[in-house]
């Protein structure tokens, strides 16, 4: 397939590709996958992302506190987060979100540091990346509490009952290789039926590796492999999708078209 994917999420600053960064990135490049939106999971993880952007062509750093870590949330990490996120190369707020199925942080600790990444992609205009596992409508609501915002909801496992409502919200939807699964019917039909325009595809890397890669390592050459699959979903051409979700990316990202490089 021809070069255009953009891996709207994934984590190549993780341990597990200190031995062949460089080799994961090229086998990237080489699957046409020529974008990354690396993204940060607390204050020394988004400090590595906008550092391993700002040295290779074609990725693209967040800054964040993901909700596993949101008791460790205090007033010096806020502040540091925020001043990562008002810097021009950090294209994003986040990862943050609630996660009610691992529930390493205490509910009340991920629900005040959600809200509080709203607030901030909202004041500084930036979008925000959302994690969002088992805990749908308090997601919603907090979303739904803080009008104006923009952003993805990142991994989307959900299904076609859920999907309208952050379509509603103007939220973009990413797909990973959870889509592929065998028994993710509900996930492939909210894949069908997500509006072209708000449309992403992802790996989060090193995690969730799609079909045929699963129980490997995953890392953001395998973005092709969701794509393909997704586009078969909809009954659309690899090519086509793959500049739909790099566009739909520019867009929400606020990065230079891959076209216009």
Request: proline letters at 5%; one cysteine or more; aromatic letters at 6%.
């Amino acid at each position: 397939m021809s070069g255009g994917i953009t891996d709207s999420h994934c984590h190549v600053w993780w341990d597990q590709f200190d031995d062949d960064r460089d080799l994961v990135l090229q086998r990237a490049r080489d699957a046409g996958v020529e974008r990354m939106v690396v993204v940060g999971t607390d204050v020394e993880t988004s400090v590595a992302s906008l550092e391993l952007a700002a040295r290779e062509e074609g990725l693209h750093g967040t800054a964040g506190i993901h909700p596993h870590d949101a008791a460790k949330f205090d007033d010096r990490a806020r502040r540091s987060i925020e001043e990562l996120c008002q810097r021009a190369d950090c294209v994003a707020v986040g990862e943050t979100g609630l996660d009610w199925f691992k529930e390493w942080a205490p509910r009340d600790a991920q629900l005040a540091s959600f809200r509080w990444h709203l607030e901030l992609a909202r004041t500084l205009d930036k979008p925000v990346i959302i994690h969002s596992r088992e805990a749908h409508e308090d997601t919603l609501e907090l979303v739904q509490g803080c009008p104006g915002v923009r952003g993805v909801m990142h991994c989307f496992v959900m299904g076609p009952e859920e999907l309208p409502h952050y379509v509603d919200a103007g939220l973009h939807i990413s797909f990973s290789g959870i889509v592929t699964f065998r028994g993710s019917a509900e996930n492939q039909e909210a894949a069908r039926r997500c509006p072209e325009e708000l449309l992403l595809v992802e790996t989060d890397a090193p995690f969730l590796a799609p079909t045929p890669h699963r129980g490997k390592r995953n890392e953001p050459a395998f973005c092709a492999d969701t794509l393909r699959f997704v586009a078969e979903l909809r009954g659309v051409s690899a090519e086509h999708l793959a500049r739909v979700t790099s566009e739909n990316a520019s867009r929400l990202f606020g990065l230079t078209p891959l076209e216009a490089r």
